[in-house]
């Protein structure tokens, strides 16, 4: 496992927090760096890898002090999917392993909910986004029944703090609060064990 990878991310990310204004552009410019992140499927620890029988999990990797994003492991066991959701900031969504189907919906005049498109298979290495600006409603399901998928997201904020929804067909909203699945998060810091 080469934990440097994520620590670079991070690095490269808090760079880009400080050179790029938030919002659309910071989004623009993270889209490459995630691209590079899950690339390679050799540095998510084990820990941040494990799926639940009953609900897909969130992993928090690392979150900004200034919480200007966060970095979350997204672990899908066989078959599993979100609620249909929004997300209130821009969020990047990376697949590292298995595959995702991700499928948009947009508020129509009457109030309810209509899908946008075809709904996307995401391989790994794909790079998928929502914002508000561009689409901020979706649901994300695990293309397979029979194995564990799993995504790296990055949001323009602390994520699993966001007051957000849930949505229904009908387009009624349910306010929630994601949190993370665990109150462990990776150390990055621990150099000892890196060659060179
Ligand atoms: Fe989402």
Redesign the pocket.
Same mark, same amino acid.
């Given at each position: 496992m080469n934990i440097r990878k994520l620590r670079d991310f991070v690095v490269a990310m808090t760079r880009l927090a400080n050179a790029v204004s938030s919002g659309p552009p910071l989004m623009e410019a993270a889209k490459p760096l995630l691209g590079g992140l899950v690339a390679t499927d050799d540095w998510l620890p084990e820990g941040c890898a494990a799926h639940d029988d009953r609900y897909y999990r969130q992993y928090l990797l690392h979150c900004d002090p200034l919480e200007r994003f966060s970095l979350v492991s997204f672990v899908w066991g066989p078959g599993q999917k979100?609620p249909i959701?929004d =997300?209130r900031v821009w969020?990047l969504?990376g697949v590292l392993r298995g595959a995702e189907i991700a499928t948009r919906y947009m508020r129509q005049p009457t109030g309810s909910l209509a899908k946008v498109g075809e709904s996307a298979r995401l391989e790994p290495g794909d790079v998928d986004a %929502?914002a508000p600006e561009i689409g901020d409603i =979706?649901q %994300?399901a695990n293309a397979y029944r029979d194995r564990v998928s799993i995504s790296i997201h990055v949001y323009g904020g602390n994520i699993g703090a966001v007051s957000r929804g849930v949505y229904d067909l009908q387009g009624k909203e349910k306010p929630f609060i994601s949190g993370y699945s665990s109150d462990d998060i990776p150390n990055l810091w621990d150099r000892s064990r890196e060659a060179g």
């Open positions: 979100t959701h =997300h969020g969504i %929502v =979706h %994300v």
